[in-house]
């Protein structure tokens, strides 16, 4: 069935460093949507960007990701994390046109370190 | 906009107990979802809506869990029978569907959540 893997647990890192959260998902199907959802503490999970487009980068809030279907990979970078990046983030999948149901990872946890 | 309201915020159930969660999605939005989180799981599938209609309810535990949308305001979650493993928030969310063929890719607007503690 579809699934989306993504780094699993904690990743901790110092202020100013790159971020790289891994996303990998699977799906039979050719023309799937990925999300990238961001949940702070105490607070509801939120988009933080999505793409369809095979190979195209997506920016938002100082986050990129590109969609890469030949390898079926989703990652999220930022090219210097901040304090206030501590969050979960989940990954996100809907598999494909009126395939409505969205499928996500089991999250991440960032930890930026001052 | 007030958003996705979920109440109660928290909720307390005996083991075999009944419990009822209720979730007023944003107004226009005809696609209302169902999810539960924790450490371990990660957010999971439970059900959704589409204009009130159930589409899918792959993810939910048939035998004690059950969801109905009575009208466009309002969506609940019943879970009979309450165990410990049912501890988690439950989350709602809405979703504008445009019209379009492709829906796909609309933004999911998640409520607070109800955290709930079997005991």
């Known amino acids: 069935g579809d699934s989306v893997t993504q780094t699993e647990g904690l990743v901790t890192l110092t202020e100013g460093l790159p971020v790289m959260l891994n996303c990998t998902y699977q799906?039979?199907?050719?023309?799937?949507?990925l999300f990238w959802y961001v949940q702070h503490l105490n607070e509801s999970p939120r988009l933080l960007l999505k793409?369809?487009?095979?190979?195209k980068r997506t920016e938002h809030q100082g986050f990129h990701a590109t969609l890469h279907k030949s390898s079926s990979s989703f990652h999220l970078q930022k090219s210097s994390a901040q304090l206030s990046d501590s969050a979960l983030y989940y990954c996100a999948l809907t598999p494909g046109t009126n395939a409505y149901k969205v499928i996500f990872g089991k999250g991440t946890h960032l930890h930026v370190l001052p | 906009n007030a958003g996705v309201i979920q109440t109660p915020r928290h909720k307390v159930t005996g083991k075999g107990q009944e419990a009822t969660l209720w979730c007023e999605p944003i107004s226009g939005h005809s696609a209302v979802f169902w999810y539960r989180q924790t450490i371990v799981q990660g957010l999971e599938f439970l059900t959704y809506?589409?204009?009130?209609?159930?589409?899918?309810d792959s993810g939910m535990p048939k035998e004690r869990f059950s969801a109905q949308m009575p009208n466009q305001s309002h969506s609940t979650l019943k879970i009979q029978s309450t165990q410990p493993q049912d501890s988690a928030v439950y989350l709602c969310?809405?979703?504008?569907?445009?019209?379009?063929?492709?829906?796909?890719?609309?933004?999911?607007?998640f409520g607070s959540g109800t955290r709930l503690t079997v005991l």
């Open positions: 969310a809405s979703s504008l569907d445009k019209g379009l063929r492709d829906f796909s890719a609309e933004t999911l607007y």
């Open positions: 809506f589409r204009n009130q209609a159930p589409i899918d």
């Open positions: 799906t039979i199907y050719s023309n799937p949507f």
């Open positions: 793409s369809f487009t095979d190979n």
